[in-house]
Structure formats: structure tokens, C-alpha cells
């Protein structure tokens, strides 16, 4: 949960975290039919029941990693992305924050038709010198900025 001393005006949004919950096999269009293996069945509810998404990658290769890019895969044809409100927020240690992964993700996304609102995207540079070991952030711009893109999201959701 997001309490709202991180997201304003909203009192509380409900978060779940899909990472890692069983990752989808590698995607094959013929294995796509009408009974997916059970991690893609879970994955495409997940996603049918969740008012917005919230995708935050780092770069790897330049590029999406592997499993990210796979698990997309899986729900181009059947549709759970279409007009859900997505935030995209992309990492690296380079300067220019992901952008290699930020353009191929938002190309897949508005590919499966996803809502995107331009604030609702990120790109962090050199993230290892704005974030420690626990994963806390310690640039205030970064911060501030990543308040933005999540209540943008949380504005897109509730509208």
C-alpha cells in the first residue's frame, strides 16, 4: 500500500507486486491457445483485475530485459493492457536513465494499446548514485519525481 505521505491527494492505494509470481515459459504463439500455462493464466488476471499498472525495469543490453519483454509477449493477443493506465519508469546505471529500455517498452505498450500518460513515465540515470542498498532513495529529485508519475497514474485510474 502507498500511503499518502508518498502519493498526494489519495488517501491510499492498494499495490500488489506481480514480480517474480511464477514467470511465464518462454512465449510461442503455438502454446498461446486456449489453455496457457498456468503462470500466464495467473499473469493475465493479475492484470485484468488491477485498475493501472505500474512497470519499472532497469536497462539491461540497452534493451528490456529478457523476462519482462517474454512476459508482455504473452499478453499482446489477448488484450489486458488495452486502455489500462500504465506508468513506465526505466533505470540505468548510465546517464540517460534506460532510454533504450524506455523506448522499447513503450513501443510494445502502445503497440497493445495501454493508456500512457506522458507524466506517468520516468527515465532514472545513474540510479546507483540515487538510491542505497534497501532500495531507498536518496535524491530528492528523483523523489519528487517519482511522486509525480505515480499520482499522474493514480489521476489517469481514477478518472
Wanted: glycine letters at 6%; one cysteine or more; hydrophobic letters at 40%.
Amino acid at each position: 500500500m502507498l500511503q499518502n505521505s508518498f502519493v498526494q491527494p489519495f488517501h491510499e492505494v492498494d499495490v500488489s507486486h506481480a514480480a517474480r509470481q511464477g514467470l511465464c515459459p518462454y512465449f510461442s504463439p503455438e502454446a498461446d491457445a486456449d489453455d496457457p500455462p498456468a503462470s500466464v493464466k495467473d499473469l493475465r488476471e493479475q492484470l485484468k483485475l488491477a485498475e493501472g499498472v505500474i512497470i519499472c525495469t532497469p536497462e539491461y543490453a540497452r534493451g528490456v530485459p529478457g523476462v519482462l519483454k517474454n512476459a508482455l509477449d504473452w499478453v499482446v493477443s489477448s488484450g489486458e493492457f488495452m486502455n489500462k493506465p500504465v506508468a513506465v519508469i526505466s533505470a540505468s546505471s548510465r546517464i540517460t536513465g534506460g532510454d533504450k529500455a524506455h523506448e522499447s517498452i513503450m513501443l510494445t505498450l502502445q503497440m497493445i494499446e495501454a493508456k500512457i500518460p506522458k507524466e506517468s513515465t520516468l527515465q532514472i540515470g545513474s540510479v546507483g548514485t540515487k538510491i542505497n542498498s534497501n532500495a531507498e532513495i536518496l535524491d530528492c529529485t528523483t523523489k519528487e519525481q517519482l511522486k509525480s508519475a505515480l499520482n499522474s497514474l493514480i489521476s489517469s485510474i481514477r478518472r
